[in-house]
C-alpha cells in the first residue's frame, strides 16, 4: 500500500508541475486550481505513504527522481523543450541513484 500511495504522489506532482508551466505564472486560473490540488494531494499521498513505515529517504528519492524524469521527459514531449545527450544521461544518473539507495535500504 505505502508504494501505491507514493505512484499517486509522484503521478499527482507530476500532473502539477506540469500544469504549472500551462498556469502562465498562475494567470490561468483554471491550471492554477490544478496546480494547487495536485500538490496538495501529493504531500497527503507521500505524507500517508511514510505514515506506512515507508523509509523517508527511500521515498523521498523516488518521490523527487521519478518525478524529475517524468517532467523532463513531459517537457520535451509535449512542453516544447529540448532534450540533449546531457539531459538524457542526468535522467540516467537520477534513475540509478534511486535504484541504487533502494537497495542499500534492503539489506
Known amino acids: 500500500m505505502?508504494?501505491?500511495l507514493l505512484g499517486g504522489a509522484i503521478a499527482s506532482e507530476v500532473l502539477a508541475t506540469s500544469a504549472l508551466k500551462l498556469?502562465?505564472?498562475f494567470a490561468n486560473k483554471w491550471w492554477t486550481v490544478v496546480v494547487v490540488i495536485g500538490y496538495l494531494a501529493?504531500?497527503?499521498m507521500m505524507a500517508r505513504a511514510l505514515k506506512l513505515q515507508m523509509e523517508v529517504g527511500?521515498?523521498?528519492a523516488v518521490w523527487a527522481?521519478?518525478?524529475t524524469a517524468a517532467?523532463?521527459?513531459i517537457g520535451t514531449l509535449f512542453l516544447g523543450e529540448t532534450m540533449n545527450l546531457a539531459k538524457v544521461a542526468g535522467i540516467l544518473l537520477i534513475?540509478?541513484?534511486v535504484v541504487l539507495?533502494?537497495?542499500a535500504g534492503t539489506h
Do not use: E
Open 2 to 4: 505505502p508504494w501505491l
Open 23 to 25: 498556469s502562465d505564472g
Open 42 to 44: 501529493s504531500f497527503v
Open 58 to 60: 527511500v521515498a523521498y
Open 65 to 67: 527522481g521519478a518525478g
Open 71 to 73: 517532467i523532463a521527459v
Open 95 to 97: 534513475i540509478g541513484g
Open 101 to 103: 539507495l533502494n537497495l
